[in-house]
């Protein structure tokens, strides 16, 4: 069993930047991908980014702000989000992914761009 534990998230002014961490336990694999979802009120969930044996798929919306970045020696996926819009404002959720494994879910963190 994996287990995602989130943090970060918050308010932030459009043009800020914010940081989410998830930190999974157990055995997490290079092949396995970890990333991040999000969703919006009235929209449906969303790949955000994600990363698998060191390769990164990113959204069209998020590309050149936002980077996903893992620390293998310590389980955790990381989103650094830059330039945030009113638009990126939802809840967003850490997971992994394996073909053995299944598909896991971090908690969700409410990330909110407003003036």
């Known amino acids: 069993q994996v287990q995602l534990v989130e943090s970060g998230g918050g308010l932030v002014q459009p043009g800020g930047s914010l940081r989410l961490s998830c930190a999974a336990s157990?055995?997490?694999?290079?092949?396995?991908?970890m990333g991040w979802f999000r969703q919006a009120p009235g929209k449906q969930r969303e790949l955000v980014a994600s990363?698998?044996?060191?390769?990164?798929n990113y959204a069209d919306s998020v590309k050149d702000r936002f980077t996903v970045s893992r620390d293998y020696a310590t389980n955790t996926v990381v989103l650094q989000m830059n330039s945030l819009k009113p638009e990126d404002t939802a809840v967003y959720y850490c997971?992994?992914?394996?073909?053995?494994?299944?598909?896991?879910w971090g908690q969700g963190t409410q990330v909110t761009v407003s003036s």
């Open positions: 157990g055995i997490i694999f290079r092949i396995d991908t």
């Open positions: 990363s698998t044996g060191g390769k990164t």
């Open positions: 997971y992994y992914s394996s073909f053995t494994r299944g598909k896991y």
